[in-house]
């Protein structure tokens, strides 16, 4: 409909702010609820005129406003040090972070690093908003983000590990200095495992000179940093930490002083187990419950600090031990201890204390005598239960060469019952990845024997079915064809086992995932 003249003079009027009347001068226009009505309007009208007059001031106001001054821009992300990586390795990534499959993210992530290449740009916000990353993952993650995604880091919180940058600290002695007056604590964490680095005593004399104004949370982490080059001269900090009302801090000095064979607590502990453990005719037993009440009283002040006022478990003094200092003491070899346990009510606290002694100081010896002590007591009796044996499997397997771990490995794969109530799941989780070339072609030979003598009625079988995915992700990837082969043999052999089917296809299509991206991030 064509606005009248009335109209149109209202809305010029609103829009210019002037109000004219005859050859007068502009006048500036008064508020909307005190401009006057036209003469003549008929009845209903004035309605009209008002709204018209709202709707224009609105439009006017609206013209007039000024913005706010824009902020300042942010700084730039800086240059690039690494390439992209191509397309097709980032759809590969794309669908690891998508369908969350973090256990194929560390092969993907360590490929990349190591071929100096990062993530594509418009990957950045899906890695960085991945839930159920490990921190080890987050690790791995980092470099591969670039500058670009170091920068979009600093603008989210939830972001803030992959904005850190404190690897800096570690070459520039003023960046560090600065990073521990103003970082977060893991920044200052950082710079201060730097200093000890450079400098043991200049940056244990830090820390003790902010020790008193540090927050509990903070104390507990900058005290481990002391791990590295780590002496006698730091046994009286951690005694002073050793002290402090909050377990966390206690705990951290503790598991420091424990690392110095001649500190008091080390001393204490050792002296305590040694009045309490007994050799006799072959047999290694526990003479006496443990108590603090044969200790001095420097030695029982000292003990109650790490242990508080129960009294320590058998299994947790062992721990703090080395286990070698059993085979001086008792003129036993780790074998020879293990077997002398036998007969003693308090052979699994032993058993246990050793385990956290064995991985605590790295010994090696101790790690195959255990496992295989295990591993017999296993066989030996099936009424025992495998759930403490596959944890024992899992904290010893770093400690061992990769041809220990075989030997059951292989003992598994060939009798899959050998070891009652450890599946071949279990032990084949403990190898390295990717798995040995012999390895490989023994699980996929026997998978293919397997599959090809199923009844095609039947379930699924263990330990296949439970190894299936493990497998995908473990084998090297010069077994591929092989792996493809069986599956394609038993798909054409038995086109009626449903069961099987989709385990079998999840197990190709991993493979196929870890194909492309072997093929994406080719490493020279």
């Known amino acids: 409909m064509m606005a009248t003249n009335d109209e149109r003079d209202i809305l010029t009027l609103a829009l210019t702010g002037t109000r004219y009347s005859g050859g007068a001068a502009p006048q500036t226009t008064p508020p909307i609820d005190q401009l006057p009505l036209a003469e003549g ?63 194929l993210l560390p092969e993907a992530l360590e490929r990349l690093n190591a071929a100096g290449l990062r993530l594509p740009p418009a990957l950045l916000p899906m890695a960085l908003s991945s839930v159920g990353l490990t921190l080890e993952l987050r690790a791995m993650l980092a470099p591969a983000l670039g500058e670009r995604g170091r920068w979009l880091a600093g603008f989210n919180r939830a972001w803030a590990w992959a904005a850190e940058r404190s690897d800096d600290a570690a070459d520039d002695p003023a960046h560090a200095q600065e990073v521990w007056e103003t970082g977060t604590l893991r920044q200052r964490a950082a710079a201060l495992r730097a200093m000890r680095r450079r400098d043991p005593a200049a940056a244990r004399d830090l820390l003790a000179a902010e020790w008193k104004r540090e927050k509990a949370e903070a104390r507990a982490a900058l005290l481990g940093t002391l791990a590295v080059n780590l002496s006698p001269d730091d046994e009286p900090l951690l005694e002073q930490a050793l002290a402090d009302r909050v377990d966390a801090v206690r705990n951290a000095a503790a598991d420091l ?58 299994d947790a003094l062992l721990q703090y031990t080395s286990p070698e200092h059993w085979e001086e003491y008792f003129g036993q070899s780790a074998d020879q201890l293990i ?21 605590r100081f790295g010994s090696k010896h101790w790690a195959k005598a255990l ?16 759930t403490p044996f596959a944890t024992y499997l899992e904290a010893l397997a770093p400690l061992l060469p990769p041809e220990e771990l075989q030997v059951p490995v292989f003992t598994s794969i060939n009798t899959p019952a050998y070891y009652p109530h450890l599946s071949l799941a279990q032990l084949l989780d403990c190898l390295p990845r990717p798995w040995p070339d012999d390895v490989a072609g023994l699980f996929l030979e026997k998978l293919g024997k397997t599959l090809d003598e199923w ?70």
């Not at 092989?482 to 296809?505: I, K």
Request: with cysteine; glycine share 4%; proline share 7%.
């Open 455 to 524: 009844d095609e009625t039947a379930s699924p079988a263990e330990p296949w079915i439970s190894a299936l995915p493990l497998a995908a992700v473990a084998l090297p990837d010069s077994q591929f064809a092989q792996a493809r082969e069986v599956c394609v043999v038993a798909d054409n052999q038995h086109r009626n086992l449903v069961r099987w089917r989709y385990q079998l296809a999840s197990f190709i299509a991993t493979l196929d995932l870890r194909e492309r991206v072997i093929k994406e991030i080719p490493l020279l």
């Open 41 to 103: 309007i008929a009845m209903g009208e004035a309605e009209r005129a008002l709204l018209l007059r709202a709707g224009a001031w609105a439009i006017y106001r609206r013209a007039g406003y000024r913005p706010a001054e824009a902020p300042e821009p942010p700084t730039p992300a800086s240059e690039e040090t690494r390439p992209v990586c191509s397309p097709g390795a980032g759809e590969a990534l794309v669908e690891m972070l998508r369908t969350r499959r973090y256990d």
């Open 371 to 386: 496992l295989y002590g295990w591993l017999l007591d296993l066989k030996r009796d099936a009424a025992l239960s495998a």
């Open 339 to 359: 077997a002398a346990t036998g007969q003693s009510r308090w052979r699994d606290e032993m058993l246990n204390g050793w385990l956290l002694a064995t991985v």
């Open 257 to 314: 002083l424990y690392r110095l064979p001649a500190s008091h607590l080390a001393q204490a502990t050792r002296e305590l187990l040694e009045a309490t453990l007994i050799f006799n005719n072959g047999q290694l037993d526990v003479q006496a419950p443990v108590t603090l009440d044969s200790a001095d009283d420097e030695q029982r002040e000292i003990l109650s600090f790490a242990f508080g006022s129960l009294t320590p478990h058998i």
